[in-house]
């Protein structure tokens, strides 16, 4: 039954009253300098309980960064440097799926659309291989 999940619960089959969901809007640019998330439209989508950008992390979220990865010590038994990693996507872009936003609505369908209407001004920072800029498709 667990190869072909017949009769194996799923967790998304799994709902408690009150339960709510979430979603990320995420960036589709992998290199971009943040100017602004706009988060306005989707705070007022149907179902939206509440919406998260960094600057709403910055005041009362505290760490406001994730490590980069296991805390492993280098081989001289001294700590290895840990990169901090922004929960949100804070004023740099450094890979394409870094959360720009934080959705919470009452159903999974809701916060994902709720999600795509976040818009971000970025700046698009891809320079290309060797000094020549790639145009897109």
């Given amino acids: 039954n667990f190869v072909t999940g017949v009769d194996t619960p ?7 009253e009150g339960m709510v969901h979430a979603a990320v809007a995420r960036s589709d640019i992998a290199h971009a300098r943040v100017v602004s998330v706009d988060a306005e439209a989707a705070l007022s989508a149907p179902g939206v309980i509440a919406v998260w950008t960094a600057a709403d992390l910055a005041d009362t979220v505290q760490p406001t960064h994730m490590p980069a990865g296991p805390n492993l010590p280098m081989t001289n038994g001294e700590p290895a440097y840990q990169a901090k990693r922004p ?21 999974e369908a809701q916060a994902r659309d709720a999600a795509a209407l ?3 001004d970025i700046e698009d920072l891809h320079r290309g291989i060797g000094g020549f800029r790639l145009e897109r498709g």
């Fill in 87 to 107: 929960l949100l996507t804070t004023d740099r872009v450094r890979h394409v799926g870094q959360a720009l936003a934080f959705v919470v609505a009452e159903t």
């Fill in 10 to 16: 799923n967790i998304n089959d799994l709902a408690a």
């Fill in 118 to 120: 976040i818009f971000a």
